[in-house]
């Protein structure tokens, strides 16, 4: 009787696409095939718009900009920005997340229109989707391609004790109600270094961040993470390099947390946040039924996987391990829905070639000072065989930086291939850069010459003069 029951609740359906996953990047997946002519439905266990809308981008930027602004305006003689009201701070985060309730992003993904399933999805052989869902399972058929779009998780590495002390990964720290007296932060990257400045500028006293290398953001250049960690340091952040737990202490559930570092003294903290990155999130995915193996499912330039016999399976975001940016899997879900499309067609595709999920990729870091970056590194670009000069300039040094406050510290670096006469890469460090970054990031991906880049002239006096600045130190 029992079995009879199971059966009966097991529902089939059929689309010509079936996305699991839907943060950003399924939802413009959907999006651009049903534009494209096709019907869709999206597979979402926990809330529709995903992990950047409410356990990252969106609430760790919530609770950073408060911070970030009063920094800026303690540059600005005759200003004072006085406390921050910290509860109306998480206020103000819960009012961006929505208050965790996801009705307006389904409706937007209804209106598309797709059908939005919430459950539990799994591949189940060829074009086949199994939902778990609270009313039992729901069997979907896709005619022309499955997506895959569940983005990755945090890492937390297996360090004795460490379970049982529940840390903190980004979805407690964005998420929490209350800021603690005492953090301390295990990781050297963005969400790391983030959070670690927005808990200690909303009232974390004692902020200590441990670095198992030596220096923060180590996929940047290396005067990002220098200039990050004078600033932490000026603002009381204590961060220690080459220092790793050993052995971790929280006797009781939500008290005290002990972090044993070896030979050094123990520190003591009212919360752990463990930010020591991320992997693919393939749990109970059902790669295994297709002839995949967990963890990241590698893929062409048309977002299809490969070693996939009949070419129906795709993967995009941070599944894919291209680019783990919310923008970069967005602008993969565009490029993999207009090809199921057009391949449902029939139609021609066009070359698939210097995409911009590798090396044109742009990241923000959200920090004071803000950190961004386009294109190569220096050292990224000299392993890569190119012959470049390094072209650097003191941000402070441009008269819109000087307006912007006193003190005001930055810098830009400029990677140029000799050969072309073209830029590689670019970064940047100083308050408000990220605004600087569009123009590089168009300026790298479309290779434009420095003698035409010359013509684009920067208004004065705003810090894009730095562009003039950085051409006239190589010779123009």
């Known amino acids: 009787m029992h079995r009879r029951v199971l059966l009966e609740a097991v529902v089939a359906d059929e689309f010509d696409v079936i996305v699991i996953g839907g943060g950003p990047a399924g939802e413009n997946v959907v999006d651009r095939a049903v534009r494209g002519g096709l019907t869709a439905a999206i597979v979402e266990e926990r809330l529709a718009g995903g992990e950047c809308s409410y356990w990252a981008c969106v609430p760790s930027k919530a609770l950073l900009r408060p911070v970030d602004l009063a920094g800026e305006v303690a540059r600005v003689p005759g200003l004072s920005l006085g406390e921050i009201d910290v509860a109306a701070v998480l206020a103000r985060r819960d009012e961006a997340v929505k208050h965790f309730d996801d009705s307006g992003q389904v409706g937007w993904i209804e209106g598309v229109p797709a059908e939005f399933v919430r459950g539990h999805g799994r591949i189940d052989g060829t074009k086949t989707v ?4 609270e009313d039992g399972e729901r069997v ?14 945090p890492v937390v590495p297996r360090v004795p004790g460490m379970a049982e ?17 005492r953090l301390v932060v295990i990781g050297g990257g963005v969400v790391a270094c983030e ?28 005067f990002a993470g220098e200039m990050l960690a004078e600033s932490f340091a000026d603002a009381g952040i204590d961060v220690r390099f080459h220092a790793e737990a050993d052995r971790i202490e929280r006797p009781e559930p939500g008290g005290k947390v002990t972090v044993h570092l070896g030979a050094e003294p123990p520190l003591e903290a009212d919360e752990l946040l463990v930010a020591t990155g991320r992997r693919a999130a393939t749990s109970d995915l059902g790669l295994g039924t297709v002839g995949l193996p967990d963890g990241i499912v590698e893929v062409d330039d048309s977002m299809r996987a490969t070693g996939v016999p009949g070419g129906w399976l795709y993967a995009v975001g941070d599944l894919n391990g291209r680019a783990l940016l919310t923008h970069m899997g967005k602008y993969q879900a565009r490029i993999c829905g207009d090809v199921i499309a057009a391949r449902a067609r029939g139609d021609e595709l066009p070359a698939m070639r210097d995409l911009a999920d590798g090396y044109g990729a742009p990241q923000v870091i959200f920090t004071d000072p803000q950190i961004c970056a386009v294109g190569r590194t220096e050292r990224v670009a000299r392993e890569a065989g190119f012959r ?16 912007l406050g006193e003190g005001y510290r930055g810098r830009a670096r400029a990677i140029v291939d000799e050969d072309r006469k073209v830029l590689l890469g670019v970064t940047f460090v100083g308050p408000g850069a990220a605004e600087l970054l569009h123009a590089a990031t168009i300026a790298v991906t479309a290779e434009v010459p420095l003698d035409r880049l010359w013509h684009a002239v920067p208004s004065y006096p705003t810090v894009s003069e730095v562009w003039l600045r950085l051409l006239e130190t190589y010779g123009l």
């Open 140 to 153: 979907l058929t896709a005619r022309q391609a499955v997506v895959l779009a569940t983005g990755s998780t």
């Open 388 to 403: 470049v000069r390094v072209v650097d300039y003191d941000m402070g040094n441009v008269t819109g930086a000087y307006l």
């Open 165 to 181: 002390a529940n840390p903190w990964t980004n979805h407690e720290v964005t998420a929490t109600a209350s800021i603690p007296e």
């Open 195 to 222: 959070m670690a400045q927005a808990m200690h500028g909303l009232g974390a006293r004692q902020t200590t961040v441990l670095v198992r290398g030596d220096g923060l953001l180590n996929r940047m250049e290396p």
């Open 130 to 133: 199994r939902v778990t869902t």
